[in-house]
């Protein structure tokens, strides 16, 4: 019999393409997903791609007693994979309190439901943020945490922290939790990948929106770092090495390696590119010359940020397949195909 895996959030972006990874492993997903920041339609291109409709359970994780009886309806669930959350940085600091609020609520909510149905595995989706600025490269998971620049950012610091307190408080509970870099890119198919809700923060659904003339062209934020071309040096990971990677994550769960009831692994490549780098990528491979121009700085960001890939190679078994050339083809391809279905 295949196990169940509730994945929280499943329609978005990194959950949606975990969601295809998981079926093709022969796994029954179920999402749990108000479509706050994602689309119904999303169910039809996991369909299309796998052959299999996930089970689809639509309500506001924020809402308590919903949570617990969906969960109720899936007690035979084997592990949570909890994507939902908000994730727009700026957005965080205009409104924190929506951030603390639906990031905080869904997580406990989450868990306070999964544990009263017996359900004791749980994958939490935190960030590369919690490094804040490094003092060494590469980070290792051994880096010091830090309080991070936004309230988005805090939330992942704060949801880790609450994981130390529940693996102490419950004996049967195991956890890990990947702190991600920069994930970039789609299903190599072109029939899945990330939707950004109005104007991009991000900076490749920035540049495929501008090559594709949504946008007139992109800033690109300070020249001045101490890198090669003085622009900012980010770890960008595939979503579908990403998406792997959690597959990796349930079966060491489920197969009970874990080593300690809280694991933390670093999801990136170990490379670090600079902004200019990516854009000469997008302009090899689409052939196309990008309209961009170089600006101030953006508060918060740092100069530099890419993972050591040790820990999660020698635990989780799982390395990157893909470089940033399929990352940047993957996007355009993406683009394309989502311009044609407004045609
Ligand atoms: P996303 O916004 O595409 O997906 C999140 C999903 O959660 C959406 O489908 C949204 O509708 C749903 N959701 C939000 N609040 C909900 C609620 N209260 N109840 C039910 N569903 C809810 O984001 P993503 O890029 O796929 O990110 C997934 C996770 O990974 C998030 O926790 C995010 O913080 C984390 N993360 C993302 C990145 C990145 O660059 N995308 C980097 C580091 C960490
Ligand atoms: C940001 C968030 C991080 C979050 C991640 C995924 C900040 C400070 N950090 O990471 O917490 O986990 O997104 O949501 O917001 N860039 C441009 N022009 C643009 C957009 C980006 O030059 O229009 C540059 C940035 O300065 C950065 C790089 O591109 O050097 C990557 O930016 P982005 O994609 O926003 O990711 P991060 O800032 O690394």
């Avoid at 969960?71 to 940085?89: E, G, N, P, R, S």
């Avoid at 920069?182 to 540049?207: D, K, R, T, V, W």
């Avoid at 009831?261 to 052939?287: A, M, P």
């Avoid at 399929?326 to 045609?343: H, P, R, T």
């Amino acid at each position: 019999m295949k196990q169940k895996i509730i994945v929280t959030g499943g329609c978005g972006y990194i959950g949606s393409h975990t969601v295809v990874e998981l079926i093709t492993h022969n796994f029954e997903v179920v999402i749990l997903d108000d479509l706050s920041n994602s689309n119904i339609k999303t169910l039809d291109r996991i369909a299309k791609i796998t052959g299999i409709r996930p089970i689809f359970e639509q309500l506001d994780l924020k809402n308590s007693e919903q949570t617990k009886a969906v969960f109720q309806k899936h007690k035979d669930t084997a592990a949570v994979v909890h994507f939902a959350a908000y994730k727009a940085v700026a957005e965080s600091v205009q409104n924190p309190v929506m951030y603390y609020k639906n990031n905080f609520f869904s997580l406990l909510n989450t868990l306070e439901a999964q544990l009263e149905q017996g359900i004791n595995n749980f994958i939490f989706s935190s960030s590369a943020t919690v490094y804040g600025e490094p003092k060494k490269l590469p980070i290792t998971e051994e880096n010091q945490v830090q309080r991070p620049f936004s309230p988005y950012g805090n939330t992942k610091k704060i949801a880790e922290e609450i994981l130390e307190d529940m693996v102490k408080a419950h004996q049967d509970f195991s956890t890990i939790s990947l702190r991600y870099f920069n994930p970039i890119g789609a299903h190599l198919s072109g029939n899945l990948g990330e939707l950004p809700n109005g104007i991009p923060n991000n900076l490749m659904p920035y540049i495929t929106q501008t090559a594709a003339g949504i946008r007139k062209e992109l800033q690109v934020f300070g020249n001045d770092y101490d890198t090669k071309d003085g622009t900012a040096i980010r770890d960008y990971i595939h979503v579908v090495d990403l998406a792997d990677a959690h597959v990796k994550t349930v079966k060491r769960l489920l197969n009970k390696k874990q080593e300690k009831s809280l694991e933390i692994f670093n999801l990136g490549t170990g490379n670090g590119y600079t902004v200019l780098e990516v854009i000469q990528s997008f302009e090899k491979i689409t052939k196309k010359p990008l309209n961009y121009k170089i600006v101030s700085r953006r508060a918060g960001d740092v100069p530099a940020l890419y993972a050591s890939t040790e820990l999660a190679k020698e635990k989780l078994n799982w390395e990157t397949q893909l470089n940033i050339d399929d990352m940047v083809a993957s996007s355009w391809k993406w683009e394309e195909n989502l311009k044609n279905e407004k045609n």
